[in-house]
């Protein structure tokens, strides 16, 4: 008697769950615009991040100096 072959199917990750339900709520144009807005909020983080470091570095510079 064979065994019956395994069949192995991936499970979805979260974010593929979640793109497959944004994409039968929304059209592609608010889907374009709510990706555009997070990638935006994305950046902006990255640089209050890049800024903090700076003033980091430049306040540890100046204390070093006096």
Do not use: C, H, Y
């Not at 065994?3 to 793109?19: E, K, M, N």
């Not at 909020?41 to 903090?52: Q, W």
């Amino acid at each position: 008697m064979q065994a019956a072959p395994v069949r192995a199917t991936a499970i979805p990750s979260f974010t593929v769950a979640l793109r497959a339900v944004e994409s039968l709520l929304m059209s592609g144009g608010q889907r374009t615009a709510r990706r555009n807005a997070w990638n935006s909020v994305l950046e902006d983080r990255r640089r209050a991040k890049d800024r903090g470091e700076a003033e980091r570095v430049l306040g540890q510079s100046l204390s070093a100096r006096l």
